[in-house]
């Protein structure tokens, strides 16, 4: 299977299925001297792991993980890094049924066209379990971006048609609530909301909200190597997400370019933007404003309803999926979101260090 490699400095390969002994992830390029243990990336997929709320999964995983390579002493070695995950709640008795047919949203068939053969226990590959990889590949790039000054922050932004308001916005609710929303009015809302969809047996979308903060003008490739085309590709690369936006996205197809437009101004010598309808993004280029993205994610397609589908022998059948299923895949995407952004963030940044004579020179010069 091509595909589990993320990344040109900063490269991140996961491995591993949802019901498989274990998942993991192996990560080259990470710089040597950066101090690292599991207490670092632990808190991570602390916030990732199934079973914590009412509108989680009730599969308990510990998600411990456990650094087998690249950390000496506490500190990267600057070789490969390589994180492993075990599993330890698999009921793949669950999924024994799903193996003679195709449940509909999921990557089932697909799998079964695209390799004539698929690993029906939880998805395999394709389960949302492959994203713990990823999320303790983030907390690395997140710690070095950190060491740079640049900070990420995402959030749930909806779920269904419950959005928050930023007037009420604190950023200590997005650890605190079940839904990770940073309004307290509407997480009591959406859990209101989500609680009907349960007692409907059905499920529910939602948007997921990130901010970069303290990335300096000039990171991103023009051309096909845009800074926003390389995130909307990470964001896009999670199972469940079906658009991304960046700044005001969808609303800037309505608007003028004398309303999109964002004025320069300079205040003692400092080049800023008095608006950020771009998002922090110019031509594939960050422009030093905070880059706003925005992910929007489909519904659980585990439901408990009756749905109709097709089995292996071309029948058509009416199926009702059993099993351990989120009625909401957002709270527990939001840090994804978050370890994506940090991946191709700090990528853009090392990449970008060869992007000027002067940065070469003033590097390598003899003193």
Known sequence: MAGSTFGTIF??????????????????????????????IQPYLNRRKPGQSAVSTPRKESDQVEILSGVFEGRTTGTPISLMIPNTSQKSSDYSEIASYYRPGHADYTYDSKYGFRDYRGGGRSSGRET??????????AKLLKEMGITITAYTRSIGPVTIDMVRYDSRLISSTATCMPDAQADEQAMA???????????CGGVVECIIEGLPSGVGDPVFEKLDANLAKAIMSIGAV???????GFEAAKSRGSENNDPFRCSDGKIYKSSNHAGGILGGISDGSSVILRAHIKPTPSIFLSQETVNKDNENINIAIKGRHDP?????????IEAMTALT???????????????????????
């Not at 019901?19 to 192996?26: E, R």
């Not at 990889?133 to 790039?141: D, L, N, S, Y």
């Open 242 to 248: 079906k658009a991304v936006e960046i700044g005001d």
């Open 328 to 336: 909401v895949i957002v709270p527990r995407a939001v840090v994804v």
């Open 11 to 40: 490269k991140i390969t996961t491995w591993g299925e949802s019901h498989g002994k274990a998942l993991g992830v192996v990560i080259d390029g990470c710089p040597a001297g950066l101090p690292l243990t599991e207490e670092d």
């Open 132 to 141: 713990a990889g990823r999320v303790a590949a983030g907390a690395i790039a």
């Open 193 to 203: 909301y989500l609680k009907k969809c349960m007692a409907d047996k059905d499920s």
């Open 345 to 367: 963030v700090l990528d853009a940044c090392m990449l970008n260090m060869t992007a000027r004579l002067d940065y070469l020179t003033d590097f390598y010069r003899t003193k």
